[in-house]
């Protein structure tokens, strides 16, 4: 760790240290270097209270005052990526075709086809998981960036970092089943084999965490072996970065894995929507120009889509609409090392 801070200061100019930030040292630790650890003190305390366990009726729904809200705030953040392909003049030049073409004809294919709105479903399921880890990724390339690190090597070993941290605990942990139930909506469809992966996995929930537990130990044994020798190279590590990855390591371990206090998806959604709804904010503020307009748009959709999202088929096209388009999107909208984010 002090070898990671002394390369990473020696690469950053005295006098530009704070550009190591992207929103600056306050707002950084808040919203990106510890929000994991925020959600999971959250995510604990409010199962402390009756506010995760007594439900009422709305519109036909029995909800929590946690659920509503962890809904909501996490189909908001999904909806506002299109302040960034769509309101970005500078990135809407870069693809068009992929704005204005993949929505109309994503949501007709699930309006027409009842395989298409399943299929998309479970695929909003796991991409959401693959999403998540690379977000975390992304904001750790983004230290890179500003500390002056530019390793290709590094940045692979990143990506399979992240997604160890983030795919392991899912695998060995508690919350597998949550994750793997959806396939049985292809029951419906009259596909036998899919519709029982959930019944598959398990009976095999023994050994496939055996098996994630031992894959994930050792790349991350592999991972600190390559990142000191790189660090002993030279390569800049921000101490940001590594606290980053921590913090969402731990959090991801205890809450994917255990579950103990049965918020998984609260804890981990927040803290994901808390970050992107910060790192939208500071990329498109001078185009948005007020927040309460961002959050209220965010909101909007968020409130919409978690009360009535599966009203009907029409509607939940709409979501997986607006789900995968934001998982997709993202792969491309925020680049390092194009400078679109800085």
């Excluded at 959600?39 to 659920?67: I, K, M, N, Q």
């Excluded at 804890?267 to 939208?280: K, S």
Aim: proline share 4%; aromatic share 16%; glycine share 8%.
């Amino acid at each position: 760790m002090i070898a990671a801070e002394s390369a990473a200061s020696a690469a950053v100019p005295r006098e530009e240290a704070g550009s190591r930030w992207i929103l600056g040292p306050a707002r950084d630790r808040l919203f990106f270097v510890y929000s994991p650890l925020l959600a999971l003190a959250l995510g604990v305390a409010a199962s402390l209270t009756p506010l995760a366990d007594e439900t009422f009726s709305l519109y036909g729904r029995s909800e929590s005052w946690v659920s509503l809200f962890s809904g909501a705030f996490t189909m908001a953040h999904l909806s506002i990526v299109f302040f960034r392909s769509h309101g970005n003049p500078a990135i809407f030049s870069l693809y068009p075709k992929r704005f204005l073409l993949a929505p109309p004809l994503l949501l007709g294919a699930m309006l027409v086809s009842k395989w298409a709105l399943v299929t998309a479903f479970v695929l909003a399921v796991w991409w959401d998981v693959y999403h998540s880890a690379l977000q975390t990724f992304g904001l750790g390339r983004l230290y890179d960036a500003k500390a002056g690190a530019d390793s290709e090597e590094a940045r692979r070993l990143d990506r399979g970092l992240n997604l160890v941290l983030y795919i392991g605990p899912i695998l060995a942990g508690a919350t597998l089943m949550d994750h793997a139930a959806h396939f049985d909506k292809f029951g419906n469809l009259g596909a036998v084999f899919l519709s029982g992966i959930p019944a598959a996995l398990d009976a095999r929930r023994g050994p496939l965490s055996l098996a994630a537990l031992g894959a994930g130990a050792a790349y991350v044994a592999y991972y600190l072996w390559r990142v000191r020798a790189l660090v002993r190279a030279g390569l800049p590590v921000p101490r940001e970065k590594t606290v980053l990855f921590a913090s969402t390591a731990a959090c991801s371990i205890y809450t994917w894995g255990f579950n103990s206090f049965g918020q998984a998806f609260f804890i981990m959604n927040f803290f994901h929507a808390l970050q992107y709804f910060a790192l939208v904010w500071h990329a498109e503020k001078t185009r948005i120009r007020f927040l309460p307009f961002l959050l209220g748009a965010g909101f909007a959709y968020g409130v919409w889509a978690k009360l009535w999202g599966e009203s009907s088929h029409a509607a939940f096209a709409v979501l997986l609409t607006v789900s995968l388009l934001h998982f997709w999107y993202d792969g491309f909208v925020w680049s390092v090392r194009k400078k679109q984010i800085a």
